[in-house]
């Protein structure tokens, strides 16, 4: 079961971020799954183990964008 994501930013997208609370795995190493597809990029996006993988995976397609 997968969920197209919309409106990330590129790192969201290329799942190098939590899609979530915008963590960078590049940088900043912490357990992390997938929660779906990026419809711009057609990636797996991912979100840090817990917390937000639980909001990413209860919520649908995120609207309004948090952080803008
Ligand atoms: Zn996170």
Redesign the pocket.
């Known amino acids: 079961m997968s969920t197209t994501f919309t409106g990330f930013s590129p790192v969201q997208a290329d799942g190098l971020a939590?899609?979530?609370?915008?963590?960078d795995y590049l940088t900043d190493t912490?357990p992390?799954r997938p929660v779906g597809i990026a419809d711009a990029t057609g990636s797996q996006v991912f979100?840090?183990t817990g917390?937000?993988h639980a909001i990413a995976t209860t919520t649908t397609t995120p609207e309004g964008g948090e952080n803008r």
């Open positions: 939590c899609v979530i609370c915008h963590r912490h992390s979100a840090c917390g937000c």
